[in-house]
């Protein structure tokens, strides 16, 4: 079999940010270091090239943060700043797709995307509009990201997606061949990662047939779409970042999951700055720890709305004239921060048929 362009896409919501204020994205404006993945990388690509197949555990991937736009006047004076919008929602693969492009290129195509987020044609892109396009183009998104990795879990084509073949398509190399796998570090991770996947896979799977339908695997590969699968959300996010395996996490947990103390110089003040925040917003009983509760509250805050946040973001930066509305001249004068940024995706939207949006 060829190797696999992209494991499915399971990331979900788990923020480090000030005041709470949650997005998804790869990277931390503060300046911490590259994100890791929970899954060991190196493990990762010895069991793709070993085994030709293209499935892949349901391992974490990145997080990222950003404070609330209007909670704070810094400008975006670096491409570091737009950078993050541009990965915020689409990830660090979909946003270099307009990197290839000439300034000029990029704002003809932005001009033409904003006329389709203009609904009603007044010549006006309001943030109601601009949160309406996000949503749809997150949708989108997750219907494609599914439909891309349906017919390698499918093995028998039945149009439903069991465990035991998906079982065999992700880990059947592994369990047959474990013997390769002298390293214990590499043991450890597939004997972790196999339960751990069933056991998301028996919460998705809502009749209990031992076989997913495209719904359900769709709440299999993004739980955090779905209500019946936020537990699942909570309790991976604890197994992630709970080291000492106490069952919450303290202080120097959250921050290790952030930073990684290797030159045993004194801390950034960024993360002195998310100490604070853990004391201040995160441990909301003060007994110096999140349970599930306050992990539940952290990542999956019940009153924040990602896209209604990312819209009003681009329309604060972007509105010259603060009418709260953004004129086509107002957003191409910003083309910059937009590149890449969710409300456009602009390395597919132009060459799809946009009737489906």
């Known amino acids: 079999m060829a190797r696999p362009e992209e494991p499915p896409s399971t990331a979900f919501p788990h923020p480090h940010s000030q005041g709470g204020v949650t997005l998804l994205g790869p990277d931390r404006r503060m300046g911490s270091k590259a994100p890791r993945s929970y899954f060991p990388l190196l493990l990762l690509l010895l069991l793709l090239c070993l085994r030709g197949s293209r499935g892949v555990p349901t391992f974490r991937k990145e997080r990222g943060v950003r404070p609330e736009p209007e909670l704070s006047n810094q400008q975006h004076e670096d491409n570091q700043s737009f950078q993050y919008d541009h990965e915020a929602f689409l990830g660090k693969e979909d946003a270099k797709t ?165 030159d045993g110089g004194p801390e950034p003040d960024w993360v002195i ?16 720890k999140m349970d599930k509760e306050e992990i539940r509250h952290w990542i999956l805050p019940q009153d924040y709305d990602h896209a209604q946040a990312e819209a009003r973001h681009l329309v604060y930066e972007s509105d010259v004239d603060k009418d709260q509305m953004l004129t086509k001249e107002e957003i191409l004068d910003n083309w910059n921060m937009f590149v890449g940024s969710q409300a456009t995706n602009y390395g597919e939207d132009l060459t799809k048929n946009h009737d489906e949006l």
């Not at 149009?159 to 035991?164: A, C, G, H, V």
């Not at 604070?276 to 995160?282: I, K, L, M, S």
Request: aromatic share 12%; glycine share 4%; net charge negative.
């Open 273 to 288: 700055t998310e100490r604070e925040q853990f004391a201040d917003f995160r441990d909301l009983n003060k007994d110096g």
């Open 98 to 262: 307009f990197d290839q492009l000439t300034p000029e290129e990029s704002r003809e195509r932005l001009g033409k995307i904003v006329d389709r987020i203009d609904d009603n044609k007044d010549g006006l892109v309001t943030t109601e509009e601009l949160k309406n396009w996000i949503k749809r183009v997150q949708k989108r998104y997750i219907f494609e990201n599914v439909a891309k990795v349906w017919r390698d879990y499918d093995l028998n084509k039945d149009n439903k997606i069991s465990w035991e073949e998906y079982k065999q398509a992700t880990y059947g190399y592994y369990l047959e061949n474990q013997d390769e796998f002298q390293d214990a570090t590499d043991q450890h991770s597939f004997k972790k990662m196999l339960p751990r996947d069933e056991r998301r896979f028996k919460t998705a799977d809502l009749d209990g047939d031992s076989a997913a339908t495209r719904e359900e695997f769709t709440a299999f590969l993004h739980p955090e779409e779905f209500e019946h699968m936020k537990d699942i959300v909570v309790l991976e996010t604890l197994e992630d970042i709970d080291k000492n395996e106490d069952g919450f996490v303290d202080q120097d947990e959250y921050i290790a999951d952030m930073f990684a103390h290797e």
